[in-house]
């Protein structure tokens, strides 16, 4: 992986890669963990896996499965109420570029890439620890889908890292949230600069460094309201404790089964 892309090839990604592709012409980028067997567990807005809602709403959503996969018989498993999928890598890439999420990278590194929800300062945990994770919610769910608070960067985040937000309330892990974000308050921030600086290079300069400087502050790697949380324990942080309880029993003979596949 290179400053400018992290593309890869289907060949350089191992089981507990954090992996993900551009969707919409590269208008934002959908996210998950490949856990092994050309198969991706990965967190969707789940009335986006609702049968009943119209179809023609849902040709307008590029992450709703359009057709049944023809090579994977489990492509799309996910438990009812729960929007953690498990998909064939195919189905996840919908012939978009294969890109590998970044872990550990360095602030300079980290501010180096001027778009969000490419990379992180936080470290990994152990691949077998990540795979573990996205198969316990593939099981148990992931809460609510949340497209600043709780969405698929977030999904992946967790499973690679274990760390959950204290308040939540507020922008959660995603890097794509907080570049949302950060954009259109840069802008607001130094727009007073236009009074006082004649050059507009001089203020869109200021503008990108503001940018760079709210990406990087939200980033999880450098955060002070994160906490490490086991997976077993997430249902009680996010509170969900209590909905899965009967229903994770009923489906560890399915998880094996999953797993083996």
């Given at each position: 992986m290179g400053l400018l892309t992290n593309r890869v090839e289907r060949n350089e990604i191992k089981p507990g890669d954090h992996i993900y592709t551009y969707r919409a012409v590269f208008a934002y980028s959908h996210h998950g963990i490949f856990v092994g067997g050309s198969k991706v567990v990965h967190f969707r807005p789940e009335?986006?896996?609702d049968s009943s809602i119209d179809t023609s709403s849902n040709l307008l959503d590029p992450t709703f499965p359009q057709?049944?996969?023809?090579?994977?018989?489990?492509?799309?498993?996910?438990?009812p109420n729960s929007g953690v999928v498990l998909s064939c890598l195919d189905c996840f890439?919908?012939?978009g570029s294969l890109y590998c999420f970044e872990y550990g990278v360095t602030p300079s590194v980290f501010l180096a890439k001027v778009r969000g929800g490419t990379c992180t300062t936080a470290a990994s945990d152990p691949l077998e620890t990540v795979i573990h994770r996205a198969m316990y919610l593939l099981q148990n769910g992931f809460g609510n889908y949340d497209i600043f608070e709780n969405n698929c960067?977030?999904?992946?985040l967790y499973c690679k890292t274990g760390l959950l937000?204290?308040?939540n309330l507020g922008i959660g892990r995603s890097g794509q949230a907080s570049s949302m974000i950060g954009g259109p308050l840069a802008a607001l921030l130094s727009s007073p600069l236009k009074l006082l600086m004649p050059s507009p290079i001089g203020v869109a300069t200021v503008t990108a460094g503001m940018y760079c400087m709210t990406r990087y502050a939200t980033d999880i790697g450098i955060r002070t309201d994160v906490i490490k949380v086991a997976v077993e324990d997430l249902a009680v942080n996010l509170g969900w404790a209590g909905?899965?309880?009967e229903a994770a029993e009923e489906?560890?003979?399915s998880n094996r089964q999953v797993v083996a596949l």
């Open positions: 009335r986006n896996l057709s049944t996969c023809p090579t994977f018989p489990d492509c799309g498993f996910r438990q890439l919908r012939n960067e977030d999904f992946a937000i204290l308040d909905r899965h309880d489906n560890e003979a």
